[in-house]
């Protein structure tokens, strides 16, 4: 089957011409010649931009999403790219109206119509694992139902299985593959990617991040109704907005996109540092603005979490990082045995900074990050730097927030504008305000803990006097079973010394 799956993904890129945007790199031309020679037949007319959209949206959702995560980084595509690629963000192609009315009506065991007032023929978006269509409770409610592809776990398992028979090709292939852990990544990707097609799980995912800011001046999530969601069905709150993408809109509604942009930096450290909870595949297509300014979050498949210790780890290297304090960055790294134990600090440290000094004090519009990417692949090479599997989201992630800050505000600066929000985060973590919250968060236990502390406290003093009769007791238990076992041994040294004399008396006679 995985073969049959490679010989799709091959056939589909030789269809779409995917071939000539790689052969375009060779600057002889030699290679484009020759390949034009094999396949003379064919003479692609849409724009490469066009193809490559195309290609993905044949070959399934996880190509899809791919192809999502590259649209929001213009700064490594070329325009034309980038456009046709942000289209996959709301525009891949719904299945018909039909399967989906017959999926709900399996689900709820009734028609459509009676479980819904109203409900929508038309989807108002189609993603790579599901499309939702609006409707209305019996109640009056508006809500917007969200319906899982059919057949799509069977596609998803074919893709993924080609993508771990590939990283452990590359693992055998490739020396740097140990480094770089290509089927740990594959397998964390593929974790969440399953999670994504439960979509009771996804419900119990928006729930959170909306407890999590249900006080929120900055971002709005949506309320689910668990009595009409299930595993291939979820319902929610109909939440009304324009696409981020829109920028023109946005503008003509009066909305401040610098503010904008900086809100959605703290939107992420927050659900990062805070929460330890994150929505983690935020790109144009599942984010909309509010009318009052809000960001409003949707799509919730996939969100990322972390341990306290991955966000202690991180805080720090944030930290170190925006203030320069690129030895304590190295330091970081070893400690947490993401470089080798015998690596020299002063050359990672020298390595980091001739990195990272380029992109400081500069807007987004004025940093390539393209050239910093391979910068910083070229120093993790050097270094045998280990990828961290359950941090790929957050890199991800990361990515998708630099993207959308690049299109509303190309002047942010990126770091000036984290750092007040982790200077806080630390403090609140370990200067006074963390001893007064463990106090609160202990306070409970110690009112249960208080009435018995007399009690407690005398046992603890009898416990060593106890603990020596005991001893006692033991040791003198010791002494009967030794005594006893000696004179068991003495009565059967006499018997065997007895018998020894009689049979020598017997030979002697």
């Known amino acids: 089957m995985r073969l049959f799956r490679l010989a799709k993904i091959i056939t589909v890129a030789l269809r779409f011409g995917l071939d000539q945007m790689v052969l375009d790199a060779d600057p002889s031309g030699r290679l484009m010649r020759l390949w034009h020679a ?44 980038a456009d046709e690629l942000a ?84 693992g055998r292939l490739w020396p740097e593959a140990r480094r770089l852990k290509p089927r740990e990544v594959v397998a964390e990707f593929s974790k969440y990617l399953n999670d994504e097609l439960d979509l009771m799980r996804e419900a119990a995912n928006c729930s959170q991040l909306r407890r999590n800011f249900i006080d929120s001046k900055l971002l709005v999530v949506p309320e689910v109704y668990w009595d009409w969601c299930g595993k291939t069905v979820m319902v ?43 929505h983690a595949d935020m790109h144009p297509g599942n984010i909309f603005v509010h009318q009052d300014g809000r960001y409003i979050a949707l799509d919730f498949g996939i969100v990322g979490t972390l341990r306290e210790v991955d966000k202690n780890y991180l805080a720090q290297n944030f930290l170190a990082f925006f203030k320069r304090d690129y030895n304590r960055v190295a330091r970081a790294h070893i400690e947490a045995g993401w470089v080798p134990a015998h690596t020299r600090v002063d050359e990672f440290e020298s390595a980091i900074r001739a990195v990272c000094e380029p992109i400081f004090d500069r807007p987004l519009k004025d940093i390539s990050f393209g050239k910093t990417l ?69 306070a409970p236990a110690w009112a249960g803990t208080l009435p018995q502390l007399p009690r407690l406290v005398h046992r603890a003093l009898l416990a060593p006097e106890q603990q020596l009769s005991e001893q006692r007791e033991v040791l003198m238990r010791v002494d009967t079973a030794q005594r006893r076992q000696g004179r068991i041994l003495t009565v059967v040294s006499v018997l065997f010394a007895g018998l020894v004399a009689l049979e020598l008396y017997r030979l002697a006679g």
Request: cysteine-free.
């Open 87 to 170: 289209l996959l963000q709301d525009r891949v192609p719904p299945f018909p109206t039909e399967e989906a009315l017959q999926l709900l009506e399996n689900f709820y065991g009734r028609p459509v119509d009676d479980v819904f007032v109203d409900f929508e023929r038309t989807p108002v978006a189609s993603a790579s694992v599901a499309q939702v269509h609006f409707a209305k409770l019996p109640n009056g409610t508006d809500v917007a139902v969200k319906i899982l592809r059919p057949g799509i776990q069977r596609v998803i398992a074919h893709d993924l299985a080609l993508m771990d028979s590939a990283a452990a090709l590359l």
């Open 374 to 442: 391979l910068r910083l692949f070229q120093t993790a090479r050097r270094f045998e730097m280990e990828v961290q599997p359950q941090l790929v989201l957050l890199q991800k992630t990361l990515l998708n927030i630099e993207g959308l800050g690049r299109q509303l505000d190309p002047e942010l600066d990126l770091w000036k504008t984290a750092k007040p929000f982790l200077e806080r985060w630390m403090d609140e973590r370990m200067g006074w305000r963390a001893v007064l919250r463990g106090v609160r968060e202990e």
């Open 236 to 278: 929610m709150e109909r939440m009304r907005g324009v696409p981020i993408s829109q920028l023109a809109t946005l503008r003509e509604q009066g909305v401040d996109l610098k503010q904008l942009s900086r809100a959605g930096v703290e939107i992420f450290f927050t659900q990062v540092f805070r929460d330890g909870f994150f």
């Open 38 to 81: 094999v396949f003379f037949w064919r003479h692609p007319t849409e724009p490469r931009g066009v193809r490559l959209r195309r290609a993905l949206e044949s070959l399934g959702p996880i190509f899809v999403k791919f192809g999502q995560m590259l649209s929001t980084r213009r700064d490594l595509l070329p325009p034309d790219l």
